[in-house]
């Protein structure tokens, strides 16, 4: 078995708590529109999408770009104070950096914003490559995303392990033929159905239960 030498993160719901931030991000924008909330599982059945393809699949009676707009002011608004790195994952970043290995993250949001929450937590320094959605043509679950990154860090997809918290990362990754893990706190990864058919080939509880996967 090749050795593991590469880890790719996701962004939201991975390393950075933006679960709050999202959901009230959508439904400011539901009122907005409708006048009206939707469920939270509705909302967090999309994690991992690309917003321009939620949004036309949740509100396809206004055009895309002015609800994305809606969306994006109050996110943007309210991003630095909804935020949170999740307990451990600074700790296992460091460890990683420690050991020689080379990590990446690659996330459906836009470059500003994910340097924004990067730069609150000063974690910028942990991350040899960041691939966003400014920066490929195709998104997850399309490969395109993890072969960027890869491709910039010099690794081939048998030595490296994408770390994610949605069937999107899930398909992304396997699509790049790299292994899979989901985080445990996860909320993105909640339907049981979905999960059975895009099972990972890891689950870590907690950020540091990498390491064993890594030097197991």
């Known amino acids: 078995m090749t050795k593991i030498n590469t880890v790719l993160f996701d962004f939201d719901g991975t390393i950075m ?9 959508w439904q400011h924008t539901f009122r907005t529109v409708e006048g009206r909330e939707r469920s939270k599982e509705e909302i ?14 949740l509100l396809p009676q206004i055009p895309v770009q002015e609800g994305i707009e809606i969306y994006r002011s109050y996110h943007h608004d309210h991003f630095t104070e909804l935020i949170e790195v999740f307990p ?16 990446g ?10 340097y ?5 937590y ?11 959605v400014d920066d490929t043509d195709k998104f997850k679950p399309d490969p395109e995303p993890v072969l960027v990154a890869l491709e ?8 490296a392990i994408m770390i994610g918290d949605s069937v999107f990362d899930v398909l992304c990754a396997r699509n790049a033929g ?19 058919e895009n099972e990972p080939d890891y689950m870590i509880e907690k950020p540091m239960d990498l390491l064993d996967i890594l030097e197991g």
């Open 17 to 25: 708590d933006t679960n709050n931030l999202i959901l009230q991000s």
């Open 44 to 57: 967090i059945s999309t994690f991992g999408e690309p917003l321009n393809i939620t949004m036309e699949k």
């Open 88 to 103: 451990g994952v600074i700790e296992l970043l460091q460890e990683l950096k420690a050991r020689g290995y080379k990590t």
């Open 105 to 114: 993250i690659v996330t459906s949001r836009l470059k500003h914003t994910t």
């Open 116 to 120: 924004l929450g990067l730069k609150k």
């Open 122 to 132: 000063d974690m910028e320094q942990y991350f040899d490559v960041v691939i966003t």
């Open 152 to 159: 910039r860090l010099g690794s081939k997809p048998e030595e």
């Open 178 to 196: 790299v292994k899979t893990a989901i985080v445990g706190w996860a909320l993105a990864f909640h339907n049981k159905d979905a999960a059975c």
